[in-house]
């Protein structure tokens, strides 16, 4: 699967110049934006820096397919002969209040400067920021040094919670997520870490990875004050009720007849279900929010995890029911006891399995809440990124709750 590109290049005063001819990159993931960059240097020598995704809400979505960006162009490059910038980019050039800070030309700027800034009062100079991702989520840059690479990112204020954790999480747990060198208003330098993001990891990495987590969570669960206080958010179960009806009632409707009822029926006895879970004795913890393989980087001798801006407070089961997804049932169970007896270790009397089973559905719900925040925090042209999730996850909790009914 590969994209077909479209870059509508701006000025640094935000005036569509026109477009490039499209072109093909391999890589098919739209936040992925290194290949393009790289595809416009070589075919028209001309340095850009990516910005968002452009284009009505109602347009096909990731992966791969076609896709068109908006970029700034370093006012130095002789431009190729460029086509009209059609209505829709010019529409969508115009500030939006959801858009992100690096959305904008001049937004990466402030941000490599703010990180030039930061490094030179520790003693390093940047050689060169290297664009890796951009999209509603972040902006990612590799910033090359004359010691070793360093990462740049910038999160949505929604996630802008992800800094502050990290250095607590450097100070309680070390070595086991991201290092922060600074980071501050959702903008963090980070460590490089070796290897490769572990997609597609085997029960066997899962296991480790889970380990290193409970390592995590266990110190976590007695220490809910500090985290809430650095601003990451709470999803706690008894706090969960009132957001998981606002999107039931707002995407169920979507859903096919028979699913809306078991919707239904599932939300109105979410009370009940939620005073069985507490009654398991799981503490509430530290929740990373997209507990996976991905989310997880090593070279064989080091693992640390990653991205830590879908951090919530929360039951522990969110992550366990996100890692072990996609497992064959035998691994599946495997890894479910093994994370049961460490919790039964840390907290004598409790009952992980049971809240697991009772959690699954609502893993889903919690997840169909999480995509409608996004959706309602970051401009439409942005939108086919998660457009088709709440409904989707509304979808998987009914099919779960029936499941485990029958």
């Avoid at 969508?92 to 937004?107: I, L, M, Q, T």
């Avoid at 920021?129 to 999209?135: A, D």
């Avoid at 069985?276 to 799981?282: F, K, P």
Wanted: overall charge negative.
């Amino acid at each position: 699967m590969t994209r077909k590109v479209t870059l509508v290049l701006l000025d640094k005063g935000g005036e569509p110049l026109g477009s490039l001819p499209p072109f093909t990159v391999e890589t098919p993931w739209w936040p992925e934006v290194g290949e393009v960059v790289d595809t416009a240097r070589a075919l028209w020598n001309i340095d850009v820096v990516v910005l968002r995704t452009i284009g009505p809400p109602d347009r096909s979505g990731p992966p791969g397919g076609e896709v068109t960006y908006v970029a700034e162009v370093d006012p130095a490059s002789r431009l190729p002969v460029l086509a009209p910038a059609d209505e829709r980019a010019k529409a969508d050039v115009e500030p939006h209040p959801y858009r992100a800070p690096w959305a904008s030309p001049g937004g990466p700027a402030a941000t490599t400067a703010w990180a030039t800034a930061a490094l030179e009062a520790r003693g390093v100079t940047p050689t060169a920021f290297v664009q890796r991702k951009s999209w509603n989520l972040s902006a990612i840059w590799r910033v090359e040094t004359a010691e070793s690479p360093l990462w740049l990112k910038q999160v949505p204020t929604f996630f802008a919670h992800e800094p502050a954790l990290l250095r607590w999480l450097g100070a309680a747990v070390p070595g086991v997520a991201t290092e922060l060198i600074v980071g501050e208003g959702g903008r963090a330098l980070l460590a490089h870490v070796p290897g490769e993001d572990r997609f597609g990891a085997s029960a066997a990495e899962l296991r480790e990875m889970l380990t290193d987590l409970h390592r995590i969570q266990a110190y976590a669960a007695d220490r809910i004050e500090e985290l809430l206080d650095l601003g990451v958010p709470d999803r706690r179960n008894h706090l969960a009720l009132p957001a998981i009806q606002t999107v039931a009632a707002r995407y169920g409707p979507t859903l096919e007849p028979a699913l809306r009822t078991s919707l239904d029926t599932l939300v109105d006895g979410l009370p009940e279900r939620f005073a069985e879970v507490a009654a398991c004795g799981l503490p509430d913890t530290l929740v990373h929010g997209d507990f996976q393989g991905g989310n997880v980087r090593s070279d064989d001798k080091r693992r640390v995890i990653i991205d830590w801006g879908d951090s919530t407070i929360g039951d522990p089961t969110m992550d366990i029911a996100r890692a072990i997804g996609g497992l064959p049932d035998a691994d599946r169970d495997t890894l479910v006891n093994e994370w049961a007896a460490r919790w039964r270790s840390h907290t004598p009397g409790c009952d992980p399995a049971r809240a697991l089973q009772l959690m699954l559905p609502v893993v889903d719900l919690l997840y169909a809440v999480v995509y409608t925040g996004f959706l309602d925090q970051i401009e439409p042209s942005e939108w086919p990124y998660h457009r088709d999730d709440p409904p989707d996850c509304l979808r998987s909790a009914v099919r779960r709750a029936d499941l485990i009914a029958s």
